[in-house]
Nanobody, 124 residues
């Protein structure tokens, strides 16, 4: 059974930082594309960042330079370091695992496994 469990969300003021974690079990973690998505209230889910089995990363344009995705294969854990947070970053953040091409597309449809989400709230 595949499980993805996120943690690390919370409330922070604008300009602050948070580090999200996602522990993965039940799949060959190191061989798939792992990604972070978010969904704000009333908005569609959007890709934030992804990392492939070789450690190559990709980011949505709005997050480049502020967010960093990484993983620890030994711990089966995915991370998202978020700096210089803005109120518009407020959303439910989801960890996802998908096919290797998902790392290029950052499309929700290319990711088949999802966590339950962790809420990030940024106040101005």
């Amino acid at each position: 059974q595949v499980q993805l469990v996120e943690s690390g969300g919370g409330s922070v003021q604008a300009g602050g930082s948070l580090r999200l974690s996602c522990v993965v079990s039940g799949l060959t973690y190191s061989s798939v594309c792992m990604g972070w998505f978010r969904q704000g209230r009333g908005k569609e889910r959007e890709g934030v960042a992804a990392i492939d089995s070789d450690g190559m990363t990709s980011y949505a344009d709005s997050e480049k330079g502020r967010f960093t995705i990484s993983k620890d294969n030994a711990k089966n854990t995915l991370y998202l370091q978020m700096n210089s947070l803005k109120p518009e970053d407020t959303a439910m953040y989801y960890c996802a695992a998908g096919e290797w091409w998902g790392c290029s597309t950052l499309r929700e449809a290319d990711f088949g496994y999802w966590g339950q989400g962790t809420q990030v709230t940024v106040s101005s």
